[in-house]
């Protein structure tokens, strides 16, 4: 029996891309779902295909950049099923622009989402989990959150820091005997929705060839799985999973 059945795993970022097809492998593996997104319909379609296939999922329409609404995340999973085992931080966005074309109100959108709404979950996840001295936090990075490249400099920002809070977690944690689990996965291109959220036509076109190489979710879905049927003294603390011909 693999070591993700019976888990409880909130999922950020569920209604599509890695989070949709991580949603599945989960759940064919066992674990007891709890889908938040912003766009209920997707979450509820996802949730009938799930049952439909034998799996275990709940819904909560939830915006990661409200700190209010992730800890009635957190509340609606622990009152739904008593405990939460396993988070998993993918909600994010990647509008991209150079500097000096001032895409302030984008800049601000993927600070609150891409960090703040990180920590949000983590901070309503944590007091649970450090009562049952359990628990597993995956945060979605990227390869972004490695390197720098022109044009991605906000978004590349944003990923660092999710690799340095990860990074600062796992420390805090490891240090303090909870035997809570940190790790940090960072995917290079992935076939996903994350392209249609830059609006600047230079870097959308950029991007749409970068990502002619890109691979399925599926994928990164299975690395997740993967770190999280670890044994409960094992942690996976860092994967960079690129397609093979990605360069930077």
């Known amino acids: ?8 795993v909130i999922l950020t970022g569920a209604s599509s891309g890695i989070g949709e097809a991580t949603a599945k492998v989960l759940a064919s593996k066992g674990a007891k779902l709890v889908l938040a997104a912003r766009r209920e319909e997707r979450l509820v379609q996802l949730q009938k295909e799930i049952q439909n296939n034998g799996g275990h999922a709940i819904v909560k329409p939830t915006d990661v950049t409200s700190q209010t609404q992730m800890e009635d995340l957190a509340e609606y999973a622990l009152n739904e099923f008593g405990k939460i085992d396993v988070l998993i931080n993918n909600a994010g966005i990647m509008p ?34 450090r009562e049952q001295k359990s628990g597993h936090i995956l945060n979605l990075s990227s390869v972004a959150g490695h390197n720098i490249y022109p044009g ?52 959308k076109a950029g991007l749409d060839e970068f990502y002619k190489s890109a691979i399925d979710a599926d994928n990164i879905a299975r690395a997740i799985a993967f770190a999280i049927e670890q044994p409960s003294d094992v942690a996976i603390n860092e994967m960079i999973i690129r397609p093979t011909v990605q360069v930077g």
């Open 96 to 129: 991209q622009a150079f500097l000096f074309k001032k895409k302030i109100d984008e800049w601000d959108t993927m600070i609150d989402v891409n960090i703040k709404g990180v920590l949000y979950a983590i901070a309503a996840v944590l007091p649970s989990m």
């Open 152 to 203: 991605g400099t906000v978004y590349c920002g944003t990923k660092h820091a999710v690799t340095a809070i990860s990074e600062g977690l796992r420390q805090e944690e490891a240090m303090s005997g909870t035997n809570i689990r940190v790790t940090n996965i960072s995917p290079g291109a992935v076939s996903s929705e994350l392209l249609e959220t830059t609006s600047d036509p230079e870097s």
């Open 1 to 8: 029996m693999s070591n993700i059945a019976g888990k409880v």
